[in-house]
Each structure stands twice: as structure tokens, then as C-alpha cells.
């Protein structure tokens, strides 16, 4: 401010020191932006960094690509090996994607064992199953925790504009597709977005809407297939199939709501009411004086995520009255070839110990 001083003017000013203030608004501005595990991008700044790069490219060409990727059974590294496991399969796995990326990209965390690759480069799609080849392969090879060999694989969706989608938020859903079709495919590969995903989605959501008014209307039941021994010819026992009691279109195969075993609540649902049925029907052979040989269930793979799968099963046995001899378990081989294949192992060998009949289905897929 100018004030008169001996017949001149001089200026009078205050100096404050705000390093303090804007180190500040920086670290508050970094913890709204980063994730504090790993040090990435979080979702809101991936957010705004994707919305920037559809304006560049809406207004100078090029292309923009998102790689979506979801760590596989990293939930089993948590509940066999601890959190502290989990942590350090996350901090690896963002140190190994950051350093697969090249300049014109970012990878962010968006929450739990999910993460996202943004790149600018210019690629068509051919380029873009290069690129998630090399952000799989940085992943793959395992680290030590504790002694424990642990692997970072994972599944990749793969979705381009403007080739997919030209928004945002449709892009993200094409990359996500993408990466549900990989983790139904078997994990730990890179699958491209295609628009008859979505209508596949739509199929799912409907199928897994129907079959959970089944669950509540008692309409899943068992047909019994039986089991012939080639050495008499006589019956040994039955395998219990699913079958959906619909009121327009009668009995439906499981293969034709196969899709509804990929939700985990619905699948564990089928399983617990086709379980329910089968000691049912045990129980009421059993007083009429017939010998039905060993009936086996067909459990679905998540359900062995379950510690208490062995406790609860026989107990259901148990109230029923039916012996563990006349009741079996059949999986598929691929329960045994997860991250969780230890877990599986635990429950069929209890469930064994305890007299019911283990056997493998499909075996060789």
C-alpha cells in the first residue's frame, strides 16, 4: 500500500509464507488421488485422467485403450496366508505393472485386487493383445512372503476407443465384460471386448433374476441318473442332475441355465436345495427298505471357499438321518487346480474321513 512518507510515497507490504499451506493442499490432494497401499492412481484420478484422454482423442485422433485387471484367487491369498499376504500380492503387483507400462500410460488401483492400465498409444486391437501379453507375462512370475511362494496371475478385459465406445463410463463397462468373459474362459488370460458380450450380460442377469424366484418357489429339484456296474449289470448308486421346474417351459437341463452357476450366491443356492432334496428322497428309500447305493451332489467350485463346507454338509446328513455311506461328492478337476486348491483339499479329505464317497467328474477338461 503507497503512504506518504517525508513528502514521498513508499510502499508498505506483508510477506507471508504459505510452504506450509501448499505443502499441505499437496499431500491432501495426493491422498485424494493415490492409493495409499500401493502409491497409484486411485479411481478418481484415473477418472479424470481417462475423461482427458477422450477429449484429446475426440479432438486430435488417436486411440485410447483400457486394460482392466483383476488379480485371480486373491481372495484365497488373503484367507489361507493372511492379510499381510494379501497386502504385499497388491503392492508386488502395482510395482510390476509400473513397470511394464510405457510413457503414454497410467495404471491405477480402483479398489481391492482390481486395477486399470489407461494407454494413448496408437494400436489397433492386434497391438492391444500385445501389450496385455506383456502387462500378464510382468505379473506371473511369483515372489516369496514368509517363506510362501506366492503367483500374481490374473485375467485382462481389453476394451478401445473409439473402436468399442466413445464414453467414458460405456468403456469401463466393455472392459469389464471383457474381463468376465476371461475368468469364465479359466483366468490368467487377455479377452477383447465383443458387442454380443453385452447381450450375453443381459442373458446372465435375466437367467440369474428367474433361477433366484426358482431358489425362493422350491422349483430346483433332482433327476437321478443311475450308475451300472459293468461287473453285474446291477445299480450302484445315482448321480443327482439339476433340473429347473419352469412354469411355461417345463423341466429345463442344467446345461440350458449353466450360466446362473457362474453367480456364487446362485450356484451355492442349487447346490444347497439340490443337496436338501437328495437326503429328502435318501431318507424316504432308506424306510422303504431299498438299498440306493451312494447318490452323489455335484458341488460347485466356490463353494469349497466355505471353511465350514465339511461341518455343515454332514450335519445336514446328520439331521437327516442318512449315513455317510450313501451319500457322495463329485467336483471337477479344476477345483484342484486353483490358488484355493488347498482348501478343497482340506474339505474333500474331512468329507472323506467322515465315509462319503469323493470322486472326480470330467475328468481330463
Known sequence: TGVPIDGGLAVVAGIVDITDRKAAEARTRRQATHDALTGLPNRLLFQERLQQALDVMAEAGGTVGL????????????????????????????????????????VARLGGDEFVVLSQEVFDIAGARLKAAILLDALREPFEHAGQMISAR?????????????????????????????????????????????????????????????????????????????????????????????????IIPAAAFQEGFQDVEIAAGIGDAIVRAVLRDLRQWLDAGLEPGVVSVNLSAGIFRDPELPERLLGKLAAAGVPARCFGIEVTESVLLTRSAGEAERTLQALRAAGLHVSLDDFGT
Open 67 to 106: 486394460f482392466l485387471i483383476d488379480l485371480d484367487d486373491f481372495k484365497s491369498v488373503n484367507d489361507t496366508l493372511g492379510h499381510d499376504a494379501g497386502d504385499e500380492l497388491l503392492f508386488q503387483a502395482a510395482a510390476r505393472l509400473a513397470g511394464a507400462i510405457g510413457p503414454a500410460d497410467m
Open 154 to 250: 490374473a485375467s485382462l478385459g481389453i476394451a478401445l476407443a473409439p473402436e468399442h465406445d466413445l464414453d467414458g463410463g460405456e468403456l469401463m463397462k466393455d472392459a469389464d465384460l471383457a474381463l468376465y468373459r476371461a475368468k469364465a474362459r479359466g483366468r490368467n488370460i487377455a479377452v477383447v471386448y465383443e458387442p454380443s458380450m453385452r447381450a450375453a450380460m443381459i442373458r446372465r442377469v435375466a437367467i440369474c433374476r428367474d433361477l433366484a424366484e426358482a431358489l425362493r418357489e422350491d422349483r430346483i429339484l433332482p433327476f437321478y441318473q443311475p450308475q451300472v456296474s459293468l461287473a453285474d449289470g446291477k445299480v450302484a448308486g445315482f448321480e443327482a442332475l439339476a433340473r429347473w421346474r419352469h412354469p411355461e417351459r417345463g
